[in-house]
């Protein structure tokens, strides 16, 4: 199987800001019901208190974007059910909404999840619960921390170093996240993604290696929309 990159985004802050407004102020205040706090407030310095952000960022994320909560997170509504039951028992969301999702490919979500439930490192069902969000959450867009809900890339280089370590430790020449994990998924099947055995000889060098700056999905539809030319996420 070739492992086509999800589109690059080109045009999504492009209109409907009012829309854009409202979505974060759904994210940002569903955050806040799941935690006690808004995210730029988010306390992570602990190992629990990391977990329980990232997966407060997902959630909150994906129920801002409507359709089902389940789907959006990339979970069964029964690994939905128990991830609630175990962090955020005290919270009342609605995890079914009104809305379109994204046509996505299954399968590819699968592997996706699949490589990273090989590269586990972390035991219970958080890690676990995390390998399908992370696969669902990278066929979307933008930058993956972005469509993760994270604050910054910082975050995704720690949630994979912490709970998928092998994965992190491979990628010991920082590319970006969404673009490794494509290159790893070739590997493993025996595809070669890149078109040059060397890195500085390739054209795509930009799209491996380039930084992976931008806001918050928590703020970036707050601010006005942003040119699309700047934008060029994988
Ligand atoms: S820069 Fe080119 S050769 Fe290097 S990993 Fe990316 S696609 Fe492959």
Known sequence: MVHAFPDIESAGFASAETESGRRVRDAANTYREL???LPEAANIDGDASFDR????????????EGGSLAARAG???????????LWFAARRIDPSTDGMEN?????????????????????????????????????????????????????????IGRHFAPLARRND???????????????????????????????DYDLCYGPETGASRFA????????????QTV
């Open 35 to 37: 935690t006690g706090v």
């Open 173 to 203: 020449k920082n590319m970006r996240w969404k673009r490794f994990i494509y290159r790893m998924m070739c590997e493993n099947d025996g595809f070669v993604m890149c078109s040059t055995p060397v890195c500085s000889n390739c054209a």
């Open 103 to 159: 046509p996505v490919d299954a399968d590819e979500i699968e592997i996706v999840r699949e490589l990273l439930l090989e590269n586990r490192s972390s035991e219970g069902d958080c890690g676990r619960w995390l390998a399908g969000m992370i696969a669902r959450r990278a066929m979307e867009p933008n930058h993956l921390w972005e469509d993760l809900g994270l604050r910054d890339r910082s975050e995704l280089t720690r949630l």
């Open 75 to 85: 979970l069964s509504d029964a690994e939905l059910a128990d991830l609630f039951s």
């Open 220 to 231: 970036s539809a707050a601010q006005p929309p942003t040119a699309p030319a700047a934008r």
């Open 53 to 64: 952000h990232v997966l407060a960022s997902i959630l909150a994320l994906a129920l801002s």
